[in-house]
């Protein structure tokens, strides 16, 4: 039996939401925007994706709200933001299942390190923290993937603000 291949007309919101970020590459894109992936090219280099695919995805996003284009590239509408506790518990569950030595990347809350539980919520002072307020940086799990990694990937990789751009 075949699938159709839209389920817009669905009556479920799951569906829906599936329609605009459940295709190949698009939470990884979602993802490297909170990362403070802002430039085509730093997408392309990061995620090693067509640059076809990735011009469709992002188009995609952009008429969907979920981004939006600037003179600097791409960056998360608050519809877009909206989507970081998928995000969040997504990598969550990867490490919980995928990752036997630990966290990938540890989210903490900038103001006073605290780590962030599954919800969110700062472990150090209780505090429910922002996107903004959430800074990100190695865990113990996490393996760099190359011995000389790219720019972007550097960057990347420091602990840094979620949403700040990554300039080079």
């Not at 519809?79 to 990752?99: C, H, I, N, Q």
Request: net charge neutral; glycine share 10%.
């Amino acid at each position: 039996m075949v699938l159709p291949s839209t389920y817009a007309d669905r009556n479920c919101s799951l569906a829906r939401a599936l329609e605009v970020v459940g295709e190949r590459w698009t939470l990884l894109i979602v993802r490297d925007a909170f990362y403070g992936v802002r430039r085509f090219g730093d997408f392309a280099t990061q995620l090693g994706i067509p640059r076809a695919s990735l011009t469709s995805r992002l188009k995609a996003l952009v008429e969907e709200g979920v981004l939006e284009r600037d003179a600097d590239g791409y960056q998360l509408t608050p519809k877009g933001v909206a989507l970081w506790p998928t995000v969040r518990a997504l990598m969550a569950w990867g490490d919980e299942f995928y990752s036997p030595a630990g966290v990938r990347r540890a989210l903490l809350h900038d103001e006073d390190g605290g780590p962030l539980d599954a919800e969110g919520r700062c472990e150090r002072c209780g505090s429910v923290v922002g996107v903004p307020d959430t800074r990100i940086q190695p865990g113990p799990g996490f393996q760099p993937t190359a011995t000389n990694p790219d720019l972007v990937s550097q960057a990347m990789n420091q602990p840094r603000r979620l949403l700040d751009p990554i300039k080079l």
